[in-house]
């Protein structure tokens, strides 16, 4: 699984793995934070949460032009920086009022325009590692195992995120309730009707004396205070990604040159020359695939989203039962060691790393069921964040699964091309969200949640075996997506098209709003079922186009 790849890939996934560790630890609480600071309804929030996503995945076209120009590690270096500004301006506290929202946006454009320089040309240099003719072959396994230290950021994200905000609501006498923030909002904008309600959960709060109002105010600022302090770990994380990114420099130096700065040092060689038709032939791939993954996006970001006011709204808080243990990042963590022995296991040449995978995997495993036996019948809490780091998780365990299997495929001659992994992974993810429809069936409305309907909450199984399926999808569609990018793409656009998958992302992302928007008033299956259609009409649609996909590539 490793063995073969240039070194140059490992710096360069190290360099995500702290940029996304920071990214993903602010995302993991940033609707939570919109609606705790500021009160924002569940529409204003879609909106906002949708633009910014949409503006990080939209910025990359202009970070890869930029980088076509001027040069990929010039802009990479450039991103961090921005980016370490924008993370800057969200952690300091500010004021809910008007200044507090110009600040908090002005923090989101810094953040984007960072991610935009930094994201897409950081996978280009990847992709340039894998030019030269002896790792060609490799160039999909590559993609695959740096999509997988991304995630490594990603599943460690909600755990920093939940912590801190544990951490600091403790020291003010108070403790997490997804329900507590709305109330204080309404009440204090003079809602009376939620007096009663408040009043029954602040009891549970030990900072609350009786004063109602007093206790809304604490309440919230507290509660917001506890989240700038989890966007100031994406600070830390960025310093890491830099002093990797320059100190492991020179393993990847030479795949930092673009089409024009290989021509001005006479590698004509480096510059492969193609006829205007076959210019057009990969464009014209390119944006076909670009326009089916904009709804997977679309779907797949539901998670920072309406899934997560589903784990808020609808799923029970606590865990019980064998999942419980997925709730405890250290577990998860034992979990990927074992199954990253199990491997090297099969894979290791010599009895002796055959034998140290072993005892590793039998330690991993020792720990996971001595974890579970101390748990008793307790049950154990869960937070609507922590759901976030399912999909990470699974990416990195069944990374090696994936890998293995395309990998018997290939040498019996039958793996799949790229376009048509991307069509299978969009019928997995309308899968997906079938069992979510099937899951919400009988459960209210959000509006008739919030007018006092009561719910028979589902169990968290429900929300992470949806993550599951959605994280198959995944595995066949992002980084078989970003790796036929880096290979078909015109050489002096590959910046550029780097920048369009990630606009095609962005796309995708601003759309995660509809399904926000529609949040209210419509059944909850009906919502999960037009992401059902939206992805089985897209997986048809490349389906329809596979000749000319797959011709492109030849």
């Not at 503006?55 to 980088?67: M, Q, S």
Request: charge should be positive; charged fraction near 10%.
């Amino acid at each position: 699984m490793f063995k073969g790849q240039p070194k140059g890939l490992y710096a360069l996934a190290l360099a995500n793995t702290g940029e996304r560790f920071g990214y993903y630890t602010m995302l993991a609480i940033f609707t939570l934070f919109l609606q705790a600071k500021f009160g924002f309804s569940a529409v204003a929030t879609s909106n906002i949460f949708a633009g910014f996503l949409a503006l990080v995945y939209f910025l990359p076209l202009l970070g890869g032009i930029l980088a076509d120009k001027f040069g990929y590690g010039k802009m990479v270096v450039t991103g961090i920086i921005v980016m370490f500004a924008g993370y800057v301006a969200l952690a300091i506290p500010a004021s809910n009022g008007v200044d507090g929202k110009i600040a908090m946006f002005g923090a989101l454009f810094l953040i984007a325009l960072g991610t935009g320089l930094f994201k897409g040309n950081l996978q280009v240099m990847v992709g340039n590692l894998y030019d030269a003719p002896e790792y060609q072959s490799k160039r999909d396994a590559a993609f695959s195992l740096f999509y997988m230290a991304i995630n490594i950021g990603s599943m460690f994200a909600p755990t920093a995120a939940t912590k801190i905000t544990e951490y600091f609501m403790a020291k003010a006498q108070l403790s997490y309730d997804g329900a507590i923030p709305e109330l204080c909002h309404k009440y204090l904008a003079g809602d009376m009707t939620v007096a009663d309600r408040l009043t029954e959960l602040a009891s549970q709060q030990g900072a609350f004396t009786g004063d109602l109002t007093a206790f809304a105010n604490t309440y919230i600022t507290e509660l917001y205070g506890a989240y700038h302090w989890g966007f100031a770990v994406a600070c830390v994380s960025l310093v890491l990604s830099m002093g990797i990114y320059l100190g492991f420099r020179p393993w990847f130096k030479h795949a930092d040159v673009n089409a024009k700065q290989a021509a001005a040092s006479g590698n004509q060689a480096a510059v492969q020359e193609l006829t205007p038709a076959q210019t057009k032939a990969r464009i014209t791939a390119l944006m076909l695939v670009f326009a089916v993954v904009i709804f997977f996006w679309m779907a797949f970001h539901q998670n920072g989203l309406t899934l997560t006011f589903f784990a808020r709204d609808y799923t029970e808080s606590f865990a019980e039962g064998f999942s419980r243990i997925g709730f405890n990042i250290w577990n998860l963590v034992l979990i990927v060691v074992a199954v990253y022995g199990l491997f090297a296991i099969f894979q290791s040449e010599k009895a002796k790393g055959k034998a140290i995978a072993a005892v590793i995997t039998v330690a991993a495993v020792a720990g996971v069921v001595y974890q579970y036996l101390a748990l008793g019948d307790a049950n154990v809490a869960v937070l609507p964040q922590t759901f976030q780091q399912f999909n990470p998780f699974f990416v990195v365990a069944l990374t090696p699964v994936s890998m293995a299997v395309f990998g018997a495929l290939a040498k019996a001659g039958k793996e799949p091309s790229a376009p048509r992994k991307i069509g299978i992974g969009m019928f997995i993810a309308a899968l997906g969200f079938v069992i979510m429809a099937v899951g919400s069936l009988g459960l209210p409305t959000p509006d008739a949640l919030a007018a006092g309907a009561t719910v028979a909450k589902t169990s968290p199984n429900l929300l992470i075996s949806t993550y599951l399926v959605l994280t198959f999808a995944e595995l066949f569609l992002s980084p078989m997506g970003i790796s036929f990018v880096s290979k078909v793409a015109p050489p002096k656009l590959k910046g550029a098209m780097m920048g369009c998958w990630f606009a095609a992302t962005a796309i995708g992302n601003y759309l995660v709003s509809v399904i926000g928007m529609l949040w209210g008033g419509l059944p909850l299956w009906a919502l999960w079922t037009i992401l059902v259609t939206l992805c089985l009409i897209s997986a048809i649609f490349i389906f329809s186009m596979m000749k000319r996909l797959e011709n492109a590539t030849k």
